[in-house]
């Protein structure tokens, strides 16, 4: 089911409308992780991609703004946060959107920055599956193998305090360092916004391992 504050939106707006310079890239075998840390995403950063627009950043208070030279929340002590609607959501049983941290072996930032991809999933709960992905920010801590991290609330989180700076709460409430969360009831602790977002880690997403 649609989160009720993405319903009434036109899927245009949903993800991000840009202008790049497209290219197909058919990427044949890649691994998924996930995160969440409410930092600055790194496609928010100004000429990461050949964009109108670089993807859009949240203050304290979740409410979207274009300051892009502001540093991020995470230790730094900028005021530049992750929105809470990079979430994941379901169209159907088989289907959803989402955005993800990306690493492509060959390319770099200016080549994925902004793209959107269809991940069709091939092992654990959800093989068969399907999910495009918008990628809002880069996974360059792994450089192995093409990585898609998506971004799922309470599904990851990190050392950084970024999500505790925030939204003035225990980082302990987004879970587990390099963990997140253990259940679909410790969702309610998150913020409300980014409930509907954790919960879909265990409905749709069927709390799958980094499914390939």
Not at 55 to 63: E, R, S
Request: charged residues 15%; glycine residues 8%.
């Amino acid at each position: 089911m649609t989160p009720s504050y993405l319903r009434n939106i036109p899927l245009l707006l949903v993800l991000w409308v840009v202008s790049v310079q497209c290219s197909s890239s058919n990427i044949s075998t890649a691994i998924t992780t996930r995160f969440w840390d409410c930092c600055k995403p790194s496609c928010s950063w100004k000429e990461k991609a050949k964009v109108t627009g670089p993807v859009l950043t949240c203050d304290k208070q979740d409410n979207p703004f274009r300051d892009f030279a502001a540093g991020t929340g995470c230790g730094t002590g900028g005021t530049a946060y992750s929105c809470s609607d990079q979430q994941p959501w379901a169209v159907n049983d088989t289907f959803s959107y989402g955005f993800a941290g990306i690493y492509i072996e060959g390319h770099v930032e200016d080549f994925w920055c902004c793209a959107c991809y269809q991940l069709n999933f091939t092992s654990g709960p959800v093989k068969g599956k399907s999910m495009i992905v918008q990628a809002s920010n880069t996974a360059y801590d792994v450089k192995t193998t093409n990585r898609f991290s998506l971004a799922i609330p309470g599904g990851n989180t990190t050392s950084h305090d970024g999500c505790a700076n925030q939204f003035g709460v225990s980082q302990t409430v987004f879970g587990e360092t390099n963990q997140g969360v253990s259940s679909v009831d410790d969702c309610e602790n998150l913020p409300e916004a980014m409930r509907p977002g954790c919960r879909w880690r265990f409905d749709w997403f069927k709390d799958a391992d980094y499914p390939t």
